[in-house]
Nanobody
Framework: QVELVESGGGLVQPGGSLRLSCVASGSIFGILSMGWYRQAPGKQRELVARITSGGSTNYADSVEGRFTISRANAENKVNLQMNSLNPEDTAVYSC?????????????WGQGTQVTVSS
């Protein structure tokens, strides 16, 4: 079946950059949007960025201007370029694909990748 795998996480110093990628294996029918979420210890999961099939994007206020989401539909891939990272960005980052096939709405999640910003 469909599987989403994130990569690119790791340890980075404040002010540094990371690029996360999420690729989906298998067939996802009628993708509506792709998004990145994050969850820090003791905090609720929050939306970081989302991009629709039409290319429109939205970002959390805390990351707008620093993060950029992009997609490569041919490869069922979504990327998140993260610049000017600070310790508050430390979290597990997960990707989400939303689709709307004729038989009903579907939602797919990756396992997550750890991002740690520390000096």
């Amino acid at each position: 079946q469909v599987e989403l795998v994130e990569s690119g996480g790791g340890l980075v110093q404040p002010g540094g950059s990371l690029r996360l990628s999420c690729v989906a294996s298998g067939s996802i029918f009628g993708i509506l949007s792709m998004g990145w979420y994050r969850q820090a210890p003791g905090k609720q999961r929050e939306l970081v960025a989302r991009i629709t099939s039409g290319g429109s994007t939205n970002y959390a206020d805390s990351v707008e201007g620093r993060f950029t989401i992009s997609r490569a539909n041919a490869e069922n891939k979504v990327n998140l370029q993260m610049n000017s990272l600070n310790p508050e960005d430390t979290a597990v980052y997960s990707c989400d694909f939303q689709s709307g096939p004729p038989w009903g709405r579907e939602d797919y999640w990756g396992q997550g990748t750890q991002v740690t910003v520390s000096s």
